[in-house]
């Protein structure tokens, strides 16, 4: 398998970068849902709600790296051809998809940044260092980026869900070997 894109299929960059934006997605949906219902002074696996909030922003802030090496490696090497067993319908749902997940992988940790700066939070990152506020306090600013990071994450879950369901359709009902275009060690094409 080569390290980027091909007619060929997927690189193993572009696969590697695909499965950890998707672990650090999946730990900011639950550190944000832990986070916003737990009490200010509670614990949930021995962390306390600063300490799900900390983490959220950091993590957030190594997902926007992720995120674009994700774009440099996907414009590296060509896309791979369309499976064939894609119909029109889920062609044009995924490439409509696709431009959603790339914009949320930048808004939702941009919009994040500025919430917390432009609110006056600030970040720690992972409980080490005291990033500086290139912002400082902007209200107007704060609320505008919240709404705007939680109307992304909506449209994030609704686009996953969209996509989820494309990959389990194909994987459990026509078991045509679709998700194996992007697993690790590639058994083979999907017809």
Do not use: C
Not at 49 to 67: C, D, E, P, T
Not at 129 to 147: D, T, V, Y
């Amino acid at each position: 398998m080569s390290l980027h894109n091909s007619a060929d299929g997927y690189g193993a960059m572009t696969k590697a970068l695909h499965w950890l934006i998707v672990a650090l997605f999946a730990f900011q949906f639950g550190a944000a849902n832990i986070m916003l219902r737990m009490s200010e002074d509670g614990t949930v696996l021995g962390i306390g709600q600063s300490g799900y909030y900390n983490w959220h922003k950091s993590i957030g802030l190594v997902a926007l790296i992720v995120a674009v090496a994700r774009l440099r490696a996907r414009r590296s090497g060509r896309l791979p051809d369309w499976a064939p067993t894609l119909s029109g319908r889920e062609r044009a749902f995924i490439h409509r998809a696709e431009q959603v997940l790339y914009t949320a992988m930048f808004v939702m940790p941009v919009s994040g940044f500025l919430y917390v700066m432009a609110g006056g939070y600030g970040v720690n990152l992972f409980g080490v260092w005291e990033l500086p506020n290139p912002i400082g306090s902007w209200p107007s600013l704060a609320i505008a980026a919240k709404w705007t990071h939680i109307a992304s994450a909506y449209a994030l879950v609704a686009t996953l869900a969209g996509h989820l369901g494309i990959v389990l359709w194909h994987t459990l009902v026509l078991r045509d070997g679709l998700i194996r275009r992007m697993l690790p060690r590639r058994g083979g094409q999907a017809r």
